[in-house]
């Protein structure tokens, strides 16, 4: 994104927004953590996508942090890039991948075969003394594609074996309009010790910003999904009906339910086609359950 763009807001029509909402510019010390070997990244790699090639790349220049403003000019958020690895990986399209890989404006041209990567890996501890796991986080979008609908983007989530050799389970399904994911959190919601994954993605496009959350427990070394739900709304399409709002965790009422009720800071700019001088706070909560079966497809 462009600083032209940038001083538009967030509207910039339906393009690839690579952005970070680490839940709303919060920061938590996390046990999980951030696995820095460059050959175990690449073993992951070469775990999700077979007989391809694979090969570190550059942050793309478009990759700038920009902040959002109400149209009172309340800085409402700053988005900036999470993820520091991307990577090259060329290979064979599956049939998942078709859409995105396609090219709307020539059909004879075929799909393509190269990605544009960006995946973070977490070595996930269990508690007492549980074997550990690796977290693999990635989105993706195909070069040289044009598909029918903008912004095409695949996001997915592995859960692998410590040593990189084996997937125990995945987690493939986006928001409608998915462009990138916005945060990895691993957070302590009950004061237990086990880290619960909490991930964020865009779902930005025309006159809308949007960010949907995701809570999942990684017990038994399997993704079970809590919870889902927004924690960013920003759409001023039609001012009568414009709305925009930020959920920001609650790490201590959270607590306190002793995980049961999840626990947010609601942050109030606009709600009903009404503009706020001050934005207003309040608190919400959802329990465990909340936003399921995820649908959101």
Not at 78 to 103: Q, R, T
Not at 150 to 164: E, T
Not at 212 to 217: G, H, P, Q, R, T
Not at 271 to 290: E, M, Q, T
Request: net charge neutral; with cysteine; charged share 25%.
């Amino acid at each position: 994104m462009s600083a032209n763009d940038a001083n538009r807001g967030p509207f910039v029509g339906c393009r690839f927004l690579y952005v970070a909402l680490v839940l709303l510019n919060l920061s938590f010390a996390s046990g999980a953590e951030l696995v820095t070997d460059h050959d175990t990244r690449l073993r992951v790699l070469s775990l999700v996508f077979p007989n391809a090639r694979i090969s570190d790349a550059a942050k793309p220049k478009d990759d700038q942090p920009f902040s959002v403003t109400d149209p009172l000019e309340h800085l409402v958020i700053s988005l900036k890039s999470g993820f520091e690895h991307y990577y090259e990986v060329v290979g064979p399209v599956a049939k998942e991948e078709e859409e995105p890989a396609s090219d709307i404006t020539d059909l004879n041209k075929g799909f393509s075969d190269k990605r544009q990567v960006r995946m973070e890996v977490y070595r996930w501890k269990a508690p007492k003394g549980g074997e550990a796991v690796l977290v693999a986080v990635l989105d993706y979008l195909f070069m040289g594609a044009n598909p029918a609908r903008c912004c095409r983007a695949i996001g997915k989530v592995f859960l692998l074996s410590s040593a990189a050799d084996r997937l125990l389970d995945s987690f493939d399904k986006m928001p409608y309009a998915f462009t990138t994911f916005t945060s990895v959190q691993f957070i302590d919601l009950d004061g237990s010790g086990a880290e619960k994954l909490l991930i964020s993605a865009d779902t930005s496009g025309a006159a809308y910003l949007g960010v949907k959350s995701a809570l999942f427990d990684l017990a038994k070394r399997r993704l079970t999904l809590l919870v889902s739900l927004d924690t960013l709304v920003f759409y001023e399409a039609e001012l009568e009906k414009v709305a925009i709002h930020t959920l920001t965790l609650d790490e201590r009422q959270t607590i306190r339910s002793k995980g049961k009720r999840i626990f947010f800071v609601k942050e109030t700019f606009a709600a009903k086609g009404k503009l706020f001088s001050k934005p207003l706070k309040s608190r919400v909560s959802f329990p465990i359950g909340y936003g399921l079966p995820l649908d959101w497809q």
